[in-house]
């Protein structure tokens, strides 16, 4: 995942963004909730009005993904999609919201879905908010 998040951000967005049978990915940055560090995760993402909505899937593992502990405690971030670098605040997705949105995810990604069979945890939506400045 370094390598694909190296040649999305270091071709501005030209190469990287779509994979042969995905839908479309962007780069999502988060500062580490212990460490402080930067990391950039390529997700695949569903817009959603003027929203962009990430699955904390994790292939179905029983643990949620890092990214998503580094959001919850730094949610003001920030996405690259293709060249467009977007100032976002994260936060999820919860009750009428979730349940509206799990089976607009689902259809628009089938993985997701299945990844949902291979574990008890409920896999977490998360918003991508687009923020001023």
Do not use: C, F
Request: charged share 25%.
């Amino acid at each position: 995942m370094r390598g694909h998040a190296w040649l999305y951000r270091s071709t501005n967005g030209r190469i990287g963004g779509n994979l042969p049978g995905l839908p479309s990915l962007l780069l999502l940055d988060t500062v580490g909730a212990k460490s402080g560090r930067r990391w950039t995760t390529p997700l695949v993402y569903m817009p959603e009005g003027d929203r962009y909505v990430v699955v904390a899937s994790k292939g179905g593992h029983p643990k949620h993904p890092g990214w998503l502990h580094n959001l919850r405690a730094n949610p003001e971030t920030e996405i690259q999609i293709g060249r467009e670098r977007i100032a976002v605040r994260a936060r999820e997705a919860e009750g009428d919201e979730r349940a509206r949105l799990w089976p607009k995810a689902t259809e628009y990604n089938p993985v997701w879905g299945s990844y949902q069979t291979r574990t008890s945890r409920e896999i977490p939506l998360v918003i991508l908010e687009p923020r001023a400045g």
